[in-house]
Every structure is written in C-alpha cells, then in structure tokens.
C-alpha cells in the first residue's frame, strides 16, 4: 500500500526554524523523485522542492532557495524539508508527494501520490 504521512509542522514565531518530515510506503518511491508543496489559504498548491530518489540531485523554487533544504534518507523512508528563517508568508498546509520521474518539474500532475498535509503557522 502506497501511503505518505507528514509530521513536524506546527506555530513558530518569524525567523524560527522548522523540519517537516514524511514517511513514505510501497516500493514505487524507491526509484522515483519526491517533492514538498505548500498551499496558502485561498491560493494554489505550488512547488516548493524536489529530491531524486538517491538524494544526490535537488531542485528549488526560486521562492525558498537558500532558506529550504530537502533531503531524504531511504533507509528509513523518510524525506525532509529543513525550513530556516521562516516568514509570515511561509504560513501554510505544507504537502509531500511522491513518484514523479524527475525532480525538474514543478507541475502537480507530476507526482503519482500525496500526503495529508501538515499545518505550518508563522506568527509575526
């Protein structure tokens, strides 16, 4: 059975630090390329992230570049989103998605497989 589950958001003050994790199950991550999204109140899903499934190539939306790092650690089923400096305008439901061919894409339609989101609030 194919299944993501976030852990890690939370409400943090202005410039505090978060790491989001995601647990995933099922074999079809093990060569696939994993994201982190995130989605405001009222506005769209958008890329945040992308890791390949060895962890050895990444991709930035210009938007967190330098202030975000993904990472993953298959061994334990795991990909993470290091969160530092974080804004105002960082709060929002934070998503992990799996099981896109590349991590050059920052399309939804590209991954098979989301989590539930995990909640992330920065107070200012």
């Known amino acids: 059975q194919v299944q993501l589950v976030e852990s890690g958001g939370g409400l943090v003050q202005a410039g505090a630090s978060l790491r989001l994790s995601c647990v995933f199950s099922?074999?079809?991550?093990?060569?696939?390329?994993m994201g982190w999204f995130r989605q405001a109140p009222g506005k769209e899903r958008v890329f945040l992230a992308a890791?390949?499934?060895?962890?050895?190539?990444?991709y930035y939306a210009d938007s967190v570049k330098g202030r975000f790092t993904i990472s993953r650690d298959n061994a334990k089923n795991t990909v993470y989103l290091q969160m530092n400096t974080l804004k105002p305008e960082d709060t929002a439901v934070y998503y992990c998605?799996?099981?896109?061919?590349?991590?050059?894409?920052?399309?939804?339609?590209?991954?098979?497989?989301w989590g539930q989101g995990t909640q992330v609030t920065v107070s200012s």
């Open positions: 998605a799996g099981g896109a061919n590349t991590i050059y894409t920052a399309r939804l339609s590209s991954y098979d497989y």
């Open positions: 099922g074999r079809t991550f093990s060569t696939r390329a």
């Open positions: 890791v390949s499934w060895s962890g050895g190539s990444v």
